[in-house]
């Protein structure tokens, strides 16, 4: 069973610890990338982890996904609110599929409420700050698990 986890996330995140910390938190892309490298082997997963600014580029990657038959947690950002390309791409992946915020996007401005991916995903944790992406990770790991097992 493929054990590959692919981390997409999406615009400004590069810049986390940096933009608007009051909303985001102070811990760095980077920091999120060696921690969830590092929660996902403890999980026995393989991790791609990955940032872009540009639509098309996270499509790429969603394909290439797919195309590999991994699972996915996605932090689309901006694009949550917007993307129907992304959404699109989204529709393809038939492994566990997780969206994924820092900030609880329901208790956010009308703008950043209501994403659009989160109807074509099996969850979406939100609010957590850096600590859902280990938690994310765990439920990729469940996922996986379960259907290892009923299958």
């Known amino acids: 069973m493929n054990r590959t ?15 608007e910390p009051h909303i985001y938190g102070h811990t760095t892309l980077a920091q999120i990338q060696h921690d969830s ?12 982890f990955r940032q872009t600014n540009h639509e098309g ?7 290439e996904a797919y195309e590999q038959g991994a699972a996915l947690i996605i932090n689309p950002a901006g694009l949550s609110f ?12 038939e492994t566990p599929l997780i969206e994924l915020h820092l900030s609880n996007i329901h208790a956010r401005d009308e703008l950043h409420r209501h994403s659009i991916m989160s109807g ?5 944790i939100c609010g957590l700050g850096a600590d859902g992406y ?8 469940g996922l996986l698990e379960r259907k290892r097992t009923t299958a």
């Open 82 to 93: 917007h993307s129907i390309p992304v959404l699109d791409a989204l529709k393809l992946i």
């Open 37 to 48: 490298v590092a929660a996902a082997t403890a999980l026995d997963l393989h991790c791609e």
């Open 57 to 63: 580029v996270m499509v790429d990657w969603i394909q």
């Open 5 to 19: 986890v692919f981390i997409l996330n999406g615009p400004n995140l590069n810049m986390l610890g940096r933009r």
């Open 120 to 124: 074509v995903v099996n969850a979406v």
């Open 134 to 141: 280990p938690l994310a990770l765990k439920a990729v790991a």
